[in-house]
């Protein structure tokens, strides 16, 4: 059974930095693509970023240029670099197998926890 244990999310400025991890349990992680999802309150959750199995990267049009995900193949685990926050980034931000589709759509029906950003002055 996979599991996702999202962390490092927290309290930010505007225009602070911050990294996300993700770690992986119950399935080969190297040959996953993985990719961040956000939702925001009152909101659906959307797809945020994804990186595939050979490293190939994709980014919604809102965070691109300021995201960047990577992985880890030898500790399972996948991470989110976000720089530039703005208020619009405050969400519980989760982690998922995105499926090749134009959605990005997660492929597991089990989330984790996710972790908390907020971003205010």
């Known amino acids: 059974q996979v599991q996702f244990v999202e962390s490092g999310g927290g309290w930010v400025q505007p225009g602070g930095s911050m990294r996300l991890s993700c770690t992986v349990s119950?399935?080969?992680?190297?040959?996953?693509?993985m990719g961040w999802y956000r939702q925001a309150p009152g909101k659906q959750r959307e797809f945020v970023a994804m990186i595939t199995r050979d490293g190939n990267t994709d980014y919604s049009g809102s965070v691109k240029g300021r995201f960047t995900i990577s992985r880890d193949n030898a500790k399972n685990m996948v991470y989110l670099q976000i720089d530039s926050l703005k208020p619009e980034d405050a969400a519980v931000y989760y982690c998922n197998n995105p499926q090749r589709n134009i959605e990005h759509s997660p492929t597991f029906r089990s989330w984790g926890r996710g972790t908390q950003v907020t971003v205010s002055s």
């Open positions: 119950g399935i080969i992680f190297r040959v996953l693509d």
